[in-house]
Nanobody
Framework: QVYLMESGGGSVQAGGSLRLSCTES????????MTWFRQGLGKEREGVAS???????SYADSVKGRFTISKDSAKLTLYLEMKNLEPEDTGMYYC??????????????????????WGQGTQVTVSS
């Protein structure tokens, strides 16, 4: 079983930056596509960025150009760099693994229910 743990969330002003990290217990970064999700209060959980073992990435339109997903397999860590944050980015951010897909585009579009492994989440709050 794969265990994931997010960190790096916090409270920032609009226009600020944060870097989230997701540490894995085992080699999920090399075995599975990984996706960062977020969920605001009263909203559905939505995928924001995905990365697959071949390094391919995909982003939701709402974060394209502002967020960057990356990984360091040697450190067993997945990252999400977030710049020019907006109040609409506020929410709980989760990393997830293994939707049974092969490409980043497929991973970003995969339903939440397809993902086998989840972290506990880290809160991001952006004030105006």
């Amino acid at each position: 079983q794969v265990y994931l743990m997010e960190s790096g969330g916090g409270s920032v002003q609009a226009g600020g930056s944060l870097r989230l990290s997701c540490t894995e217990s085992r080699k999920s970064l090399t075995d599975y596509c990984m996706t960062w999700f977020r969920q605001g209060l009263g909203k559905e959980r939505e995928g924001v960025a995905s990365i697959c073992p071949d390094g391919s990435t995909s982003y939701a339109d709402s974060v394209k150009g502002r967020f960057t997903i990356s990984k360091d397999s040697a450190k067993l860590t997945l990252y999400l760099e977030m710049k020019n944050l907006e109040p609409e980015d506020t929410g709980m951010y989760y990393c997830a693994a293994d939707a049974g897909v092969m490409t980043a585009i497929q991973a970003l579009g995969a339903p939440v229910a397809w993902y086998a492994y989840w972290g506990q989440g880290t809160q991001v709050t952006v004030s105006s």
